[in-house]
Nanobody, 115 residues
Framework: QVQLVESGGGLVQPGGSLRLSCVVSRSISSLNGMGWYRQAPGQQRELVAAITNDGRINYADSAKGRFTISRDNTRRTVYLQMNSLKPEDTAVYYC?????????WGQGTQVTVSS
């Protein structure tokens, strides 16, 4: 079993920044797939950004140029730095890892972008 704990969400004005963190209960050095997803009210959950163990990164078009995903294996943590936030970024953000083919999800952290 793998537990994930997200933090860093909150209320921010348009144009502001937030950094989300996801701490994993076990070593992540062997976890190839780690990522951040989000789900807005009434919408399907969608991929925001993903990172592999060898550093390959994939971003949703909506995140390119504004968001940066990174991982720190020593801290068992994956981050999502979000800049130039827009109201349409408002959603619950979920951390995801895949371990031996099994996906695990955190509880989610709310991000609200509003003036």
């Amino acid at each position: 079993q793998v537990q994930l704990v997200e933090s860093g969400g909150g209320l921010v004005q348009p144009g502001g920044s937030l950094r989300l963190s996801c701490v994993v209960s076990r070593s992540i050095s062997s976890l190839n797939g780690m990522g951040w997803y989000r789900q807005a009210p009434g919408q399907q959950r969608e991929l925001v950004a993903a990172i592999t163990n060898d550093g390959r990164i994939n971003y949703a078009d909506s995140a390119k140029g504004r968001f940066t995903i990174s991982r720190d294996n020593t801290r068992r943590t994956v981050y999502l730095q979000m800049n130039s936030l827009k109201p349409e970024d408002t959603a619950v953000y979920y951390c995801n890892v895949v371990s031996y083919g099994v996906p695990y999800w955190g509880q989610g952290t709310q991000v609200t972008v509003s003036s």
